[in-house]
């Protein structure tokens, strides 16, 4: 009963820590997004691309680049839109040291008039490593199901 209590108990900080990392993108709280990417972590945006047969990477960046990129945001034009993650985390699988988790979202994307919109599907494909600091990302790989957005962003989903 102890074993299957503390998996439960990592399951849940691992759901929590999604939704903690949906959360800080909407609130544009880069920082604390970059914090629960572990050191040497990777951030992937995909989409599948069927006339190409073929996925095509809108994003690929380690921890570091990812941080450059969150930091220099502010000095380029961008989507002035608020965003608003809606995220139900669908699997958690644990081991040792380990986890993996698959996830669902769903970006509502409201514009300067007040119109929200759905601006993005996809899902979350995490790999976890449990830190001094808990669980942290490892891997993140965003695969989107929308590829026609009303304003580009390279920002993170």
Do not use: N
């Not at 914090?35 to 190409?52: D, Q, R």
């Amino acid at each position: 009963m102890t074993d299957r209590l503390a998996e439960l108990e990592q399951r849940e900080l691992i759901r929590a820590r999604v939704a903690r990392s949906a959360r800080a993108l909407d609130a544009c709280d880069f920082d604390g997004f970059i914090a629960l990417f572990a050191e040497g972590a990777e951030y992937a945006m995909e989409v599948a691309t069927p006339e190409i047969k073929r996925d095509s990477t809108w994003l690929r960046a380690d921890r570091a680049e990812l941080a450059r990129l969150l930091s220099e945001s502010s000095q380029h034009i961008h989507d002035l839109a608020a965003r608003f993650h809606l995220v139900t985390v669908e699997e958690v699988d644990i081991e040792p040291g380990r986890a993996s988790s698959l996830s669902r979202f769903v970006v509502v994307r409201t514009d300067l008039q007040g119109r929200s919109d759905v601006y993005a599907v996809g899902t979350y494909e995490d790999e976890w490593i449990a830190g001094e600091a808990g669980w942290m990302i490892a891997r993140r790989t965003v695969r989107l199901q929308t590829r026609m957005m009303e304003a580009p962003t390279p920002m993170p989903l």
